[in-house]
């Protein structure tokens, strides 16, 4: 254990100017394999189990709790999504991917974030059970599946035209 002085002249005058408030770095705890994948997915299912309700024009209404003022009443995905907050680290990680695709949907179009969410939930479980079946993570089987090819190819061939000379 060091005590103060002893850390205080250990760090350099221009440093201890700079920066005058000492931090403390604390370990972190680290999960690898099936155990980590079960419960970032038990986070994004838990997100798109609560933002999934909201989908359509049947959609039903959210009530989220605020911490200032009345609870707010809604039925956009996106909100919904931004609202949660888990506990357990691990499930929110899960769950903060999910919002992620929410809010670059509600970026990007607008509209749409609750199918966004529920999309990536399914592209999310089949990606997990692809992994745990031993399949390499960084290569999307997607891409190079035989009956899906040509419409990637078609796609990549509208994107190189539209793209302009001068980029």
């Known amino acids: 254990m060091l005590r103060l002085p002893t850390v205080m002249r250990q760090m350099r005058p221009v440093s201890r100017a700079l920066a005058p408030h000492l931090t403390r770095a604390y370990a972190k705890d680290v999960k690898f394999g099936a155990d980590a ?28 709790e605020q911490s200032w003022g009345s609870p707010k009443v809604t039925k956009d995905g996106v909100t919904v999504a931004k609202a949660i907050d888990l506990k357990c680290k691990y499930q929110n990680i899960g769950a903060k991917l999910v919002q992620d695709v929410a809010n670059n949907t509600n970026e990007e179009a607008g509209d749409g974030t609750t199918t966004a969410t529920v999309l990536a939930r399914a592209i999310a479980k089949e990606g997990f059970d ?28 509208l994107q190189l035209r539209e793209t302009p000379a001068h980029w």
């Open 37 to 64: 994948r079960a419960m970032m997915l038990k986070g994004v299912d838990l997100l798109a189990d609560a933002v999934a309700v909201t989908m359509g024009p049947k959609g039903r209404t959210v009530i989220i």
């Open 130 to 157: 692809s992994i745990s079946k031993g399949a390499n993570p960084v290569r999307s089987p997607v891409c190079h599946d035989p009956t899906t090819k040509p419409i990637f190819c078609y796609f990549g061939a």
